[in-house]
């Protein structure tokens, strides 16, 4: 029986696909998996749990070394919720480009005026804007959500450029062949009318929209970053719609920099708030944490590798969690074959400074052998699966 927790709400949907074999319990020191999406887990004792599932993409709030360290295996769910964030993108480039709060906020503001639909007729030229065809759009990210964003752009007659550095095979193939692959980042800074931003928050990509980024940009260039807060120096963004550098800032972060400024539209983290997206999210979360428990393993892991050898149909499976360092591998299949057990089939992945491998072996895996590989000075982890 795998024992496991949320530490936020968690769509049904998702948490139907455990079925029998899985109980949920409040207590996080006796579960072997947790469902999480916003709890800040980074002060958390993590006590002696196997996995961390994400029911969304971003994890800067799961302590991720510290979970590596201790054998924890960090998923994520990327692409789950790629379709409400693209929807709220193109929402957004409509928000900035015609001033549409502002006029329901009139007529708002008018609903007691008897002749408020006359009135309506003189006012509207107050809130004119531009029309979003024809214009060109920087994509600057092209994974799940950056994808799905630049098609649909240019499905709408806009100018598409993209730039990802490490732009993944299957992104390719989905990407459409009309959008223009850029090579310096520098150049949709420099020529886009509409630039919007889909990267994870690293130390190489926060504040990667600075001062300087924006200093490059069009008068009437808008800036949509429905990613992450820290990816752009929202002090130099204020600044600088203030002065009229550029036109606007379309944000799902709203914070004290950014609420209620000059030219910033500011929407309440509203990117992957759609059901469709927390269901899709949390299937793929229990789905990616019932293949880790029960075979042992990993997809979509964002602190140890992917590896996967399917179902078992050996005798046993160990799973070992271990450092990247030369040797440790034959030192653990060395007291494997001391005590008479042999591989059949494995897999080995590394990630940085950690490994993961997967043994199918010929015949149960006693609990001594099983004491002595976790002795070894560079394991961190053994999950016996069967």
């Not at 998702?14 to 020191?29: A, C, P, S, T």
């Not at 899709?280 to 075979?295: G, R, S, T």
């Not at 997967?358 to 590989?373: G, N």
Request: with cysteine; hydrophobic share 40%; charged share 25%.
């Amino acid at each position: 029986m795998f024992k496991y927790t949320c530490l936020n709400p968690i769509s049904q949907v998702g948490l139907d696909e455990f079925g029998e074999g899985y109980k949920i319990v409040e207590d996080m020191d006796v579960a072997d998996a947790v469902l999480v999406r916003s709890t800040q887990m980074h002060d958390m004792d993590l006590g002696d749990i196997k996995a961390i599932a994400r029911a969304g993409a971003g994890v800067n709030n799961i302590p991720l070394d510290d979970c590596a360290n201790k054998g924890i295996v960090v998923f994520n769910t990327p692409g789950a919720n790629a379709n409400g964030v693209k929807e709220l993108v193109l929402a957004g480039m409509l928000l900035a480009a015609r001033d549409i709060t502002g006029g329901i906020d009139w007529v708002k503001s008018e609903s007691e005026n008897p002749d408020v639909k006359k009135l309506a007729e003189k006012k509207k030229k107050a809130f004119a804007g531009n029309e979003i065809y024809g214009k060109k759009l920087g994509v600057i990210g092209l994974g799940a959500i950056g994808v799905r964003v630049a098609n649909a752009a240019q499905n709408l007659g806009m100018t598409v450029y993209g730039y990802d550095p490490y732009l993944s095979l299957n992104a390719a193939w989905n990407l459409s062949r009309n959008v223009k692959h850029i090579s310096d980042v520098n150049d949709i800074f420099r020529e886009c009318d509409y630039i919007t931003v889909h990267v994870p928050a690293t130390d190489d990509t926060t504040g990667m929209i600075s001062r300087e980024a924006i200093g490059l940009m069009k008068k009437n260039a808008v800036v949509l970053n429905m990613a992450r807060d820290i990816l752009v120096d929202e002090v130099a963004m204020v600044e600088a719609l203030k002065e009229g550098k550029i036109a606007k800032y379309v944000t799902d972060f709203p914070n004290t920099t950014t609420a209620g400024k000059e030219g910033v539209i500011c929407i309440p983290h509203l990117g992957a708030s759609t059901a469709e997206a927390e269901d899709n999210c949390a299937v793929m979360a229990v789905q990616e944490l019932k293949d880790f428990l029960e075979n042992g393993n990993v997809t979509h892991s964002v602190n140890y590798p992917d590896c996967d050898m399917g179902v078992c149909t050996t005798a046993g499976r160990i799973c070992i969690l271990h450092k990247n360092v030369k040797g440790v591998i034959g030192k653990y299949t060395a007291i494997l074959g001391d005590d008479n057990v042999n591989i059949e089939n494995m897999a080995n992945k590394a990630r940085g400074e950690y490994a993961y491998t997967i043994l199918d072996v010929d015949s149960p895996v006693s609990a001594e052998t099983v004491k002595k590989v976790e002795e070894l000075e560079d394991v961190i982890r053994v999950n016996v699966i069967k």
